[in-house]
């Protein structure tokens, strides 16, 4: 790790603020950022731990009926908080172990984007609105690709708002090392649709599975994803599992969140 | 036999392991909690590429930087020994093996990723890491050479220029029965042949290595503070091979030692750097292995790539059986690496049947990799799982009952010869399946098969046998098959005057429960508390000359050590007390800590004796000796040779290709046991790494590059409390091993020699029920692996 200042600021704004430095960096849980700073392989000047904002913690329900997180509220209190929406409480309590769980936060994981994570699936699935300091994006527009998002330099995740499905649930088939999503999908049930979102498997991060979610919404039964397959062109293939495994891999899935939605 | 529970102390007694205490409440003394005043700290540069030619390497401007203390190159230890290798294999022609020099920091060519080329020294270990950063390296790669069979091509870049290729030796074993195996093998009714991968490993026991080296300028000491499971070979090595330090100026101490699996035997170059930087610097040098260094510097373990092929008659008799391996060494030799694909593996292949004729071939090959040497089981599994793996597809081919198979072709009498070179002394391999089939619920079998599939699940059944040798001797028999040393160990048992005993063992536990279980021996023989007894080891200054632990040996060759030296305690004790009692010491009898005199009812206490001879006014000096301290060392005259059945059940989900074990039980026969708790509980550690083995661990390089691909617990996958059942065990099967006094034969590799071959043979058993014809899949048996198998079928 190099040298680096610490800042730990009360407010959005002050956190913003802090930010705009040069070369400055948040640190939400720590938990992807922090062993990248062991290995030397990020040099901020300035990291502004985002851990002591209250306006960024906990969990309550919007006007809308949307379930509002905080950005930096943990895995484990969404786990434990989330009783409103079960799907999501859920997937929260099934991220990495109680370590990663009490540290890591919903806006750091967002942020980040890795292929494998499980939040990116459910805020997808949810069609979930991000709120930063300067705006509201719709999670259709938010994710740009592997560790890539609509976020500006310095922009931050104050709240994340999910809608609530009517049923949903999220089925992680692990990577047998870091337990990661080899393949996670997350199936929401709305009134008006069903929404089908896919992780860990294709190379361009997060995505919809358009086909499952006209046939889920026609008949919420996971025969109706029988037949249908995804190409295996654009799946990641790798130690733990090929292309086509992939490809396989979110069709079975897919059926069992339906089979499992609650 | 007794019950487990029934023994309360002493031999046989499940005595809780007294060692845990510290080390559960984070009172353990690991080497990395060892600080010394003014220790400086070094960070090693590693090579990122695989192989590639030094050009040069500037280090002037890291030397500018704040806190260095100074900076080392493969320059500065170019008159300094290599680090050498234990084993001089002779290959098949009457050959040495190629033997190349192993530096401590890399000179002219680094040979793999994580191969240290500089070494810097500073204040702290930040600076040393920046210090490092700004050292330029100027270097040009060169292809890499991963795979062993491209190694073995006429033509392959060489990994090492000055050898004549990348064979480091072709071995064959029995060399002079080759004619008559293939002869058998013409005449064969049947022969069933199987091409494997035995995968490569990474030990990863909990603590990293750590090393650190301090120099006394006064008396002119070296001190080596090193994460070992073998001081004094360690000691020997570097003093002698590599240093060149006189052993009485050289005192290595490994404290608490947090899991070895044979990975912390070997001499590594990072324990000589520190203890010649220490003089050099005349600072106290510390090393401590983050977890990424360990995966590209602690050597792996495994790695061969087999061809077995079992002749049968037409009756299913054995009749013969030939093996083709390839080991790899990795790009240098660790410290007995070359034994384990051979003595320690080719001497294994009977297995527990008495197929008569066997010849095996094994061609170590150079590659551009971290060097393989042991690791649990070392050779012992490859052997085994080989063996149990041709049985069951065997068994397969011809319609047999593999159980039955198994049984008609075991070895029933003994002692036995087999024709690769050992001679099994006890064992009762019927029994041990026996036990198997009941703990195993063999009956119920197809029961829980239906109850799966109506989940639609696959489930198989897969059993296996195992025969391993521990404790390998004599040192006169291994020094001919090329052992450059002894394999005898030593204990020193030294009473205190009011009674209580320290025991200075040449064996290190770094897990397996010595402390308690070695005192609960001396306890037994005397009569006395085990708390009365402690143990003392890792420290060449206050233990005889021992070989420290692996290959299960320590109570075996250690444990006898001190049964000798205790006898000749109660020898001596006996004269001590014939005189107190005015009595002839042949009439003297020692029963629960008191010497009577036999037929009356005058004794005297084992404190009043012990008492008696550190202050002798009462004693019989022209006579004895005052004192009561006694050393022993013990050679062995055979190895042992625990053997048993495992049992494994697997589901497996035909839509993902997920193996979840269901079941898995394990019929051991270990002799005599000391402890059946620590024995359990060595079995279970045991069966999770050969699960490991089997389901998930894979070092992997990418074949073009040489780079690591598993290089960290994000891609290599250690097995996880929930991805084991509970484990069914048993060790009621005792044939006491006949040639040591303690009748045992070791415990710690059984687990993990013992169960990969079923966890196998149970996912192909599962696969066949779901009607798939699969002969058989590598391991790690990986979700995407076995859904590849599936969908091929
Ligand atoms: C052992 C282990 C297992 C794990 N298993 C899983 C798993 O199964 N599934 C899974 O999804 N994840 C898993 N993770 C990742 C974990 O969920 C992380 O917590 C998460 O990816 C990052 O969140 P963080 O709060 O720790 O962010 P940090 O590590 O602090 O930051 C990550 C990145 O996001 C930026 N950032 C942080 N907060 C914000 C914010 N509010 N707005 C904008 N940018 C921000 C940082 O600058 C940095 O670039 C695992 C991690 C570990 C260590």
Redesign the pocket.
Known sequence: MYNFEFEKPSSIADAVAALGGDEA???????????TLKQRLASPTTLVS?SNIPE?QGICTGDDGALCIG??TT?GAVASGAGAYLGLAALAG????PA?RN???I???L??N?P????PAAALASGATLVTNTREIAADDYFLGMFETA?EEG????EVRFPIPEVSHYE?F?QPA????LVGVMVAKFADGVRVAITGASEEGVFRWAEAEAALSANFSSDALDGLTLDADNMIGDLHGSKEYRAHLCGVIAKRAVAKAA | MPKDGEIKSGIGASSKRREDVRFLTGNGNYTDDINIRGQAYVFFLRSDIAHGTLNSVDTSAAAAMPGVVQIFTGADFEAVGGIPCGWLVTDKHGEPMQEPKHPVLAHGKVRHVGEPIAAVVADSLEQARDAAEAIEVDSSELPAVINMKDAFKEGATKVHDDLTSNLCYDWGFVEENKGAVDEAFKNAHHVTTLELVNNRLVANPMEPRVAIGDYARSDEQHTLYTTSQNPHVIRLLMGAFVLGIPEHKLRVISPDVGGGFGTKIFHYQEEAFCTFAAKACNRPVKWTSSRSEAFMSDAHGRDHVTTIQLALDKDNNFTALRTDTLANMGAYLSTFASSVPTWLHGTLMAGNYKTPLIYVNVKAMFTNTVPVDAYRGAGRPEATYQIERVIDMAARELGADPVALRRQNYVTEFPYATPVAVEYDTGDYHATMDKLEEIGDFTGFEARRKESEAKGKWRGLGINNYIEACGIAPSNLVGQLGARAGLYDAATVRVNATGSISVMVGAHSHGQGHETAFPQVVADMIGIDESQIDIVHGDTSKIPFGMGTYGSRSLAVCGSAMVRATEKIIAKAKKIAAHLLEASDTDIELKDGMFSVAGTDKSVAWGDVTLAAYVPHNYPLEEIEPGLEETAFYDPSNFTYPAGAYACEVEVDPDTGKVTIERFSAADDFGNVINPMIVSGQVHGGIAQGVGQALLEGCSYDEESGQLLTGSYMDYAMPRADDLPFYSVDHSCQTPCTHNPLGVKGCGEAGAIGSPPSVVNAVIDALHSGGKEVAHIDMPLTPDRVWNAINNA
């Open positions: 960096q948040a640190l939400g849980g720590g938990q992807t950022l922090i062993p985002l960024m950005g930096s895995h099934h991220i990495g172990d990663v540290r890591g936060t806006g750091g994981s942020a980040n890795d494998s994570a499980c939040y976020l922009e931050i995740v104050t992680k692990v870091s337990r990661f999503a």
